[in-house]
């Protein structure tokens, strides 16, 4: 759902239409109203990706073996918890998709919950956002498939382990992989949309005990489903370098 309501969007849409107009033109795209290009996934995406560009800039200039920070603890707990996932799934060769699946697990992260400031919205409300993540995670295990195991190795497993299975195998693995994508994309996408709209509509009635309970469940909600796209992604990727392809 497309909408132009968080402060920080108006404000990029009275003083940044122009950019925002090249900007979708860059894609052949062009907004219904060119007065309001920004819409809020588009501006909190950009939010998000600043903000974790600055945690890193923080991290970086703030890194020491003998007295971590904060957050450095916590980056490094994010990296060791991911990395111990990935083995689990992935196995052999699981460090150089730690890379990959931590940039995932961040955005998306951050994505659900910035959502929880007031006056914010989660880009990850939004399926354009979702798609892309899932989009990703989608090439990134086809192309690491390919690069293992090459072009027939990977192919062929579509075909299942019978030649006379082939014609009935083949529709139904590629129509599986094709629905990854979607499932990933629609899976995020509603929980966070509803766990937002939930959220808003119990603001509107109290404000206190019932927001902060409903808050909570949002960034529990966040963390699960950010950890679930990633787990996914895993799973994906160890099937698609896995030695029997």
């Known amino acids: 759902m497309v909408t132009r309501e968080a402060w920080l969007t108006k404000l990029f849409n009275e003083y940044l239409a122009g950019q925002g107009n090249s900007l979708l033109a860059l894609f052949h795209q062009t907004s219904t109203n060119p007065k309001e290009p920004w819409t809020d996934f588009m501006v909190m995406q950009i939010l998000v990706a600043l903000i974790i560009i600055a ?20 980056f490094e707990l994010m990296h060791e918890f991911i990395g111990d996932q990935a083995h689990d799934q992935i196995g052999h060769d699981s460090d150089r998709h730690v890379l990959i699946l ?41 192309l690491v498939g390919l690069r293992k195991n090459g072009f027939w190795r990977y192919t062929k497993h579509f075909f299942g382990p019978m030649p006379i299975l082939a014609p009935l195998m083949f529709p139904i693995e590629i129509v599986s992989h094709l629905a990854r994508p979607l499932s990933l994309t629609i899976r995020l996408f509603a929980n966070m949309y509803a766990g937002e709209k939930v959220t808003v509509a ?20 966040a963390l699960l489903q950010a950890y679930i796209f990633v787990l996914l992604t895993m799973i994906y990727v160890a099937g698609a370098v896995a030695e029997e392809h």
């Open 102 to 142: 931590m940039t995932l697990f961040i955005f998306i992260l951050v994505g659900n919950l910035i959502g929880v400031i007031p006056g914010f919205v989660s880009p990850t409300q939004s399926h354009y956002v979702t798609a892309g993540c899932a989009l990703l995670a989608f090439l990134y295990y086809n």
């Open 202 to 221: 119990f603001l509107t009635l109290t404000y206190l005990v019932v927001p902060s309970v409903f808050m909570g469940l949002h960034v529990f909600v």
């Open 55 to 74: 945690l890193l800039f923080v991290l970086r200039a703030s890194l020491s073996v003998d007295k971590p920070g904060k957050l450095q603890h916590i």
